[in-house]
């Protein structure tokens, strides 16, 4: 099918590449699978570094072992009990916790920093191969979950009409 | 094409969760629903330290020290702050399972029982884990849906489960667990200086004195040894047989630092984030709109194109094209941000009693005072 740059398509859709945040919102992921918490260490938020047999073909397990101890690395930054977190606790205390409305708690800033790197890991790694991180936050930090896009998914995250034409075409013959 | 422009009225996640809880203030306040011995709680600190500033308050200032009324309404201050922090915050709620979380933990679930012969019992859902050397049973909860994670417990009054779990306190109004633990604790010292000033209010204070060193003293034990109130009255580490505490650090000083300066959780619940609205088929022409931000009145309407995930934008293709009749999908809503963690949840109150009881998933009454059963367990149902 062409693809070449022309007039304005005249499709009832809109031709314009979504972020990943609200194409996951659309339902457009097939499966999910989820990745548990690892409670061996206590109740600190580490999560399992088993690679599922779900993702075998999607995705190298070399990749997926990184991203999940990288994760791991950022929540015990995040509950690292501390110096900074010791005064952190005690300036709080004593100004019964109304320096939070002022400033973000270390956690919170970490959580950002975690929010970044999920969308960061996404964007390099997890799209190109069909694959979707949420950040565990949204899932109340019980599991890491990685959907697998569906065809809907797929077009609208590589941001190729092309392909969804050419997937369309196939399938009408069917 | 057309662009409906639509000015809905924005729902909040807090509308639509499960659990029997109170919110107030769009979803910053977060309580029980039965608060009428909060408001007790209240009116006894108001009236107590209300009649200590008209009376005793001028003659101490005078015959001892410009200083005590100073003192006084600071410590009064700092009491109703952090009763309200108590109160108004979320314990650590640990949100439900959604319909595919739920099902994919299911199908473990399948899969390690295997089939279950006709007529017999499916075997208890529980996990195992080595915690510290200790084998740590993770029990499923059924409402919650999830493996529930080490320390935590559903409380039956608010539907919850809740991380930490502490107790479900009706003085407070609210469960007490991993996020508000802490809370509890410094109004409960605060409580118990304040008692100590207002003593000429004799009557009132040699109850409250009594029951709330009694209350500071029972934490105190419980912080020192890293445990949680529901896992003192269920006896989980006492006995011979049983596991011991691995969640203690082995040292009282460690175990206070946790406990008290450890890094503080933030809410899981976003209580305050925009749901994703169900939006009719006619919407189909509309774009997806731009980022959420910390706006509390967010309106529905054509967004911006968002950032390219990688891959560059669409390419257009020729006039010869026929339309496409594949289904549009949703239109995506709005991704929602975190609300502010900690709005304004104060305000004073004093702890005037232990009266305390944990539930556990079977709704069994506990009450335990360290006062050996002083207040009554009249508790449900106000």
């Known amino acids: 099918m062409p693809s070449s740059l022309g ?36 109740t600190t938020c580490q999560f399992q570094t088993k690679f599922p047999p779900e993702l075998e073909s999607r995705i190298e397990r070399q990749l997926f072992e990184e991203t999940v101890k990288t994760l791991n690395d950022f929540y015990a930054e995040a509950e690292k009990i501390g110096g900074s977190s010791y005064l952190e606790g005690c300036l709080a205390c004593a100004t019964a916790y109304f320096i939070f409305l ?20 996404n964007e390099k790694i997890y799209a190109p191969r069909g694959l979707l991180l949420t950040d565990p936050l949204e899932r109340g930090m019980r599991v890491v979950s990685f959907g697998q896009w569906d065809a809907w998914g797929m077009a609208r995250v590589k941001g190729d009409w092309a392909w969804v034409l050419g997937n369309w075409a196939g399938t009408s013959h069917r | 094409m057309s662009v409906m422009v639509a000015r809905k009225k924005v729902v909040r996640k807090w509308e639509k969760l499960p659990g029997r809880n109170t919110f107030c203030c769009d979803g910053r306040i977060m309580m029980a629903r039965q ?34 009324p ?43 029982n295997g089939t279950v012969p006709q007529g017999q019992r499916p075997p208890p859902r529980i996990k195992n884990f080595q915690i510290n050397n200790q084998i740590v049973k993770l029990k499923y909860c059924y409402t919650c849906k999830i493996f529930r994670p080490p320390r935590a417990s559903h409380c039956s009054i608010c539907d919850n489960c809740v991380e930490r779990f502490d107790h479900h306190c009706p003085w407070v109004g609210n469960c007490v667990g991993k996020r508000n633990y802490r809370g509890l604790g410094l109004l409960s010292g605060c ?6 000033l207002t003593v000429l209010e004799v009557l009132i204070c040699f109850f409250t ?37 691995p969640y203690s650090h082995g040292n009282i000083v460690k175990n206070c630092c946790e406990v008290l300066c450890g890094p503080l959780p933030p809410s899981v619940l976003d209580r305050r984030g925009i749901l994703q609205q169900e939006e009719s088929p006619a919407q189909e022409g509309s774009c997806p709109r731009g980022p959420g931000t910390q706006e509390p009145s967010a309106t529905q309407g054509p ?3 968002q950032e390219a995930s990688g891959s560059g934008a669409g390419a257009e293709l020729g006039p010869e094209v026929p339309p496409l009749e594949l289904p549009c999908p949703p239109p995506a809503a709005v991704p929602s941000n975190p609300a502010p963690l900690f709005g304004p949840e104060w305000k004073v109150a004093v702890l005037m009693g232990s ?14 005072t360290p006062q050996l059963g002083l207040f009554p367990a009249a508790i449900q149902g106000l």
């Open chain 2, 303 to 305: 967004g911006q194109a």
């Open chain 1, 7 to 42: 007039c304005r398509p005249r499709l009832t859709l809109c031709p314009q590449v979504h972020s990943l945040q609200e194409l996951r919102r659309s339902a457009s992921l097939a499966t999910k699978v989820f990745v548990q918490r690892d409670y061996s260490d206590g």
């Open chain 1, 102 to 121: 002022c400033m973000e708690t270390h956690y919170e800033k970490v959580l950002k920093k975690i929010s970044k790197y999920i969308q960061d890991q």
């Open chain 2, 35 to 68: 608060k009428g011995i909060f408001y007790l709680t209240l009116f006894l600190i108001l009236g107590t330290c209300t009649l200590f500033f008209a009376f005793e308050c001028r003659y101490l200032a005078v015959q001892l020290s410009p200083a005590i």
């Open chain 2, 70 to 112: 100073v003192f006084a309404a600071v410590l009064f201050l700092f009491a109703m702050a952090t009763l309200l922090r108590t109160s108004f915050s979320d314990p650590g709620v640990i949100p439900r399972a959604l319909p595919d979380e739920a099902a994919f933990i299911e199908m473990e679930i399948e899969a390690t």
């Open chain 2, 191 to 196: 409580s118990q200086s304040l008692t100590v």
């Open chain 2, 355 to 368: 009266g305390a009881f944990c539930q556990g998933e079977t709704p069994q009454l506990l009450l335990r």
């Open chain 2, 209 to 245: 004195l009594w029951s709330v060193v009694g209350l500071t003293g029972f934490h105190t034990f419980l912080v020192a040894l890293n445990q949680t109130t529901n896992e003192d009255i269920k006896g989980s580490w006492t006995g011979k047989n049983r596991v011991q505490n």
